[in-house]
């Protein structure tokens, strides 16, 4: 049974750029949870999509938005870039809202 | 915004050791987690309590929670080497509407 897969683990944008990082939930999860972690600090709560909708949104602009597949695969897309969005971003899974999360090993984005 | 504050923020012992590191946070809470992480890597669910549990034990890990102090502390008996890592607490609550919190995690180095 394959646990949550990112894609790409790494990657570097330069400013003024777009990424879209992807990710894949464990068999059986129809939640995935979105978070922005940087260096030395513990995760922030980007946002949560369940059934293709956005159903929770942490403090993020909107320059970062997702998207859910009907699979429960999801996106993370981040329209122009700043140097302050460079972090490990991680995916989460869970078979609904509460309880244990199920992480990949994330996307980590450097932006020059 | 981090609800959950871990103390220490780094903690080097020698392998056989017993390790303890705790978590305070801010508002009441439904349920704590604790969470591994290897070097950048993605988080690894160790253990959950709810907000009317006092104490859980798995395996090696003993995990306490007193609501009235509004702090958890994690215990790691006879450390062992891959137990290097970084450990976050993560609470859910009403007020987060049940998003997990995170803290800015303990750095656990054991020495051989």
């Known amino acids: 049974d394959a646990g949550v897969t990112q894609s790409p683990t790494h990657l570097i944008k330069t400013r003024g750029q777009q990424v879209t990082l992807r990710c894949s939930p464990k068999s059986g999860h129809d939640t995935v949870s979105w978070y922005q972690q940087a260096l030395g600090q513990g995760p922030q709560f980007i946002f949560q999509y369940y059934e293709e909708e956005e159903r929770q949104r942490g403090n993020f602009p909107d320059r970062f938005s997702g998207h859910q597949f009907p699979n429960y695969s999801s996106e993370l897309n981040v329209n122009a870039l700043l140097l302050g969005d460079s972090a490990l971003y991680l995916c989460a899974s869970s078979p609904g809202n509460t309880g244990e999360l199920f992480f990949g090993e994330g996307s980590r984005l450097t932006v020059l | 915004s981090q609800q959950g504050e871990e103390d220490p923020q780094a903690l080097s012992i020698q392998e056989g050791e017993n390790a303890t590191m705790n978590c305070s946070y801010k508002t009441s809470i439904n349920n704590l987690q604790w969470y591994r992480q290897n070097s950048g890597r993605g988080l690894v669910h160790l253990i959950l309590?709810?907000?009317n549990e006092r104490e859980k034990h798995s395996g090696r890990l003993r995990v306490t929670l007193d609501t009235s102090k509004k702090s958890s502390s994690l215990l790691i008996t006879a450390s062992r080497a891959a137990d290097t890592a970084s450990y976050f607490c993560a609470t859910d609550s009403m007020d987060s509407n049940y998003q997990l919190i995170w803290g800015a995690g303990t750095k656990l180095i054991i020495k051989p």
């Open positions: 309590i709810r907000s």
